[in-house]
């Protein structure tokens, strides 16, 4: 079965400290990785990583994928409290029997003054 | 560019009652796929319509159904509601020009609880 795990599922962490977000994943027809970061609404589009090895960053946030291990991770330096959110990732898996977006469960992040 | 919207915003049925909530794509956008959402869960893939056509669905039942119009607007029905129906459930929609990679864009979801 298509499967997108995210580790930890929660953190607590102090303003400005760097967290490294997991991601690993099986999927019949990998495409793509996407990370969302949600707060009381909706989530909202971080970063989608289709090659192994290229990072992607903006600002304090920065992922990178690997095909050949299957997952990514997503890094946030010098947290601040606005990074508080659930951290979603998802593969885009073409054909699939779960469709063509598949989540992991999140993880909650949480970032003390 | 406005974003995606979603109506109702809120929404409390009983067992057994049929709901339909509707979900307009940012202007442009032709895909238009729905997200339920729960605490245990988490956020599962209901369906994705593109040019009016159901492309792909995930593994709900058959109450789950859904539709798209021309203008690209969509429309999620669930026929006899059950208690565990009770969610967030969020429409998306992603641009042609995404190279069918799926970078979606969320509305603000619609919170159905079923009494």
């Known amino acids: 079965e298509d499967k997108v795990v995210q580790s930890p599922l929660s953190l607590v962490v102090h303003e400005g400290d760097t967290v490294t977000l997991n991601c690993s994943y099986e999927?019949?027809?990998?495409?793509?990785l996407l990370w969302y970061k949600q707060e009381k609404k909706a989530p909202t589009f971080l970063f989608m990583l289709?090659?192994?090895?290229i990072e992607k960053k903006s600002g304090r946030l920065s992922s990178i994928l690997d095909k050949k291990e299957l997952f990514s991770i997503l890094n946030i330096t010098a947290t601040q409290t606005g990074d508080s959110a659930v951290y979603l990732c998802?593969?885009?898996?073409?054909?699939?029997?779960?469709?063509?977006?598949?989540f992991g469960k999140g993880t909650k992040l949480s970032v003390k003054p | 560019k406005a974003g995606v919207t979603q109506t109702p915003r809120y929404l409390i049925k009983t067992r057994g009652q049929q709901v339909t909530l509707s979900c307009s794509p940012i202007?442009?956008?032709?895909?238009v796929s729905w997200y339920q959402q729960t605490p245990g869960q988490g956020l599962q893939f209901l369906f994705e319509?593109?040019?009016?056509?159901?492309?792909n669905k995930g593994n709900f039942p058959g109450r789950f159904s859904g539709r798209q119009f021309s203008n690209s607007r969509s429309e999620m029905n669930v026929s006899t509601l059950e208690l565990g129906d009770s969610a967030l459930y969020l429409c998306?929609?992603?641009?042609?020009?995404?190279?069918?990679?799926?970078?979606?864009?969320f509305g603000p979801g619609t919170r159905l609880t079923v009494l």
């Open positions: 319509y593109f040019s009016e056509t159901q492309r």
């Open positions: 999927v019949t027809n990998f495409r793509s």
């Open positions: 998802a593969v885009v898996n073409y054909g699939g029997s779960q469709g063509n977006l598949i």
């Open positions: 998306a929609s992603s641009s042609p020009d995404s190279g069918g990679y799926n970078e979606q864009f």
């Open positions: 202007s442009g956008h032709r895909s």
């Open positions: 289709t090659s192994s090895g």
